[in-house]
Each structure stands twice: as C-alpha cells, then as structure tokens.
C-alpha cells in the first residue's frame, strides 16, 4: 500500500489557526466504519449518538510548555529549545537552533537567567542533551517561561495556554496535545456520565514524531516512532467489564486507540501496563479492543489517516474528508472532529 493512497486535497484556509471560544461547539461529523454514511451535527451533540453501557478511553496527558526562547553564552545570540525527552537528573533530550552554534559544551540563558543549560551531547538524528540548571521545581520555572509547542502549521500565538490542554489534563509529560480531547468540556463529560456512559482514563505521552510526514513510498516501510504509555488496573477494569457487558469502547484520539490496542491480550482483555509503544496501525489491521474513534481530522499521507483508515476502510474515510473539504470544517490541532462507529 503506497503512502500516496492516503494524500488529499486540502485548501490552506480550511487548517484552523485559533480554537474556538466554547470548546464543544465544534462541529462533528459522524462516520459509518460499515456503509460510509456521513452526517453533520456539533460536539455538544455527542451523546446522542452514544450508549449507556458504553465507555470512552482518554488520554489524560498533559502538555509541557515545551518550548524556550533564550540567549546564547557568550555574546546573547538568540536561541531556541524544544524539549522532547526527560532523561533524568535535570538532562533532557531537546530540538535546539541555531544547531551549528549550539554544540557539546554550548551555554544558554533564558529569563534574563532565572533558567541557564548547558548542551553536553549530541544524540542520532541531531538531537541534544541538554543540563539544565535553575533553583526551586523545574515545572513551575517551566510555566513560568515556556511556550506551548504548536504543530508547525499553526501560524498564531495562542492566547491561553490552557486551550491546548484537555480539561482533564493530569500527567505532564506530552510535547504536543491529544487534540481529539480539546472538544470535551467538564459539563459535558458529566452529562456523558449521568447517561450511563463509563469514563476511564489512559496516558500516552504525545511526541513531535506524530507530526513527521510518512517518506517511505511503502507505507510498511515506514519507521514509527515511540511514545511512551501506561494504562492502570482501574482503566483496564472499566474497559473489560465494557467489552463483558456488550458495550462499546470508544477511544478519544488515536493516542488512546494506540495506547489500548498496544496493551490488550489477542482476546482482547486488558491488564495494567506500562512502557514504550511505536504501534503503527493501517488498513489490514484488527482492531482487539475498539469499537469507535472520536478524532480530528488529519494530515494528508500521515500515519493518523493511515490509522482511521484501518477502522473505517480508506475509501470510506476519503469520501468523508472530501465532503468535510466541501462543507468547510475546520482541519487538524484546532479543527472540527470525527465520530467513527
């Protein structure tokens, strides 16, 4: 299966830049895995179109501000990191610029020096550890300084870091948000809930490689990259009493869909778990444990489209998009959403 099979047409103007101001009033289109049926209605419609007896997986990441403006030692050249990996004792595996200036024993300030690194290695790919030295919790001195890390088709500021957090956001740890999740407000989730309709909660740490373009012309030649997951005994619990109870697992956001289908037995059953998932799901794929997706709409030939693709077959998926094209919804981080049942 070529990675082209996968490309869509997508007018610039159609990829949203600002999130709206009420979080569910986004539009949603509804997708039958089975016929391709379509239809139109908005996120705050969502639970007419689920069941009681049914459950919905989300991810409860949150996103580190991620991303430092600073100077560099000597001589205050500007600077830039992104962090991506905590290695532990104050070292973190980062994207830095300018990479030519910025090499092993480099020094930079950020905060007119309330934060200070060193870059001490170079890892594969370009990559830097970078130490970093400051006084007090480096998650508060993070908040206080960082910037999010919007994908880099958002072209605006954003105005309230918080709106590219889930309201249920809890463990830090992503560099990207799990978008499909921006669409649920705390009053909604409750009248989910009071309608029989379970809730349970995973992790998966979203990383800057859900934004890599697929280059291999095969897409099975394609190197997926990992993100590290964890589901407990409680989550797993609701999911196979769920499953036991004929309802339906609907996982909010292909990080959810990767983290469960990484974890479960083949019969489907789920157990508490922990670790590294590079799981790359595309059509031919058999799904263990879920039954529906609510997710955003992606990048052209990338592996989320490959991934809807698996659970609602290419040709029904693409016919969807191009009706969405059509009818003008809002397209990626901040865009309009999928229901897949």
């Not at 990191?81 to 090499?103: A, I, Y």
């Not at 030649?221 to 989550?235: K, L, P, V």
Request: glycine share 10%.
């Amino acid at each position: 299966m070529k990675t082209a099979d996968f490309d869509f047409e997508l007018p610039e103007e159609l990829i949203a830049q600002t999130p709206l101001e009420r979080r569910d009033a986004s539009r949603l289109l509804t997708l039958d895995k089975n016929t391709g049926e379509t239809g139109h209605f908005h996120f705050y419609q969502l639970p007419r179109f689920l069941r009681p007896g049914d459950c919905l997986v989300l991810n409860n990441s949150r996103v580190l501000p991620a991303r430092l403006i600073g100077h560099r030692l000597p001589g205050g050249g500007a600077c830039e990191v992104l962090l991506l990996t905590d290695k532990g004792d104050g070292v973190w595996e980062c994207l830095v610029r300018p990479g030519r200036k910025l090499k092993p024993g480099a020094e930079m300030y950020f905060g007119e020096g309330k934060l200070t690194a060193t870059v001490e290695g170079e890892v594969s790919g370009g990559n830097r550890l970078v130490r970093f030295h400051y006084q007090g919790i480096f998650l508060e001195v993070l908040e206080e300084l960082g910037k999010m890390p919007l994908p880099p088709y958002i072209k605006e500021a954003l105005q309230d870091n918080e709106r590219y957090q889930t309201v249920y956001s809890k463990i830090n740890g992503s560099a990207a948000a799990p978008t499909a999740g921006l669409h649920f407000t705390p009053e909604l989730l409750n009248q989910i809930q009071e309608m029989g309709v379970k809730l349970c909660y995973v992790t998966l740490h979203v990383g800057l490689g859900t934004f890599r373009p697929v280059k291999a012309e095969e897409i099975t030649d394609h190197e997926m990259h990992s993100e590290y997951c964890q589901i407990s005994q409680e989550a797993a619990d609701i999911i196979n009493q769920t499953k036991a109870g004929g309802g339906r697992v609907i996982c909010v956001g292909t990080t959810s869909c990767r983290t469960v289908e990484s974890f479960a037995a083949e019969d489907g059953t789920m157990s508490q778990a922990a670790g590294w998932t590079n799981i790359f799901i595309y059509p031919g794929y058999k799904f263990k444990v879920l039954d529906g997706l609510i997710t955003n709409f992606h990048l052209p030939q990338s592996t989320l489209i490959m991934l809807v693709s698996a659970l609602a077959g290419r040709e029904h998926v693409l016919a969807a998009y191009r009706e969405a094209v059509e009818k003008r919804y809002r397209f990626f981080s901040f865009g309009d959403a999928m229901l897949i049942t």
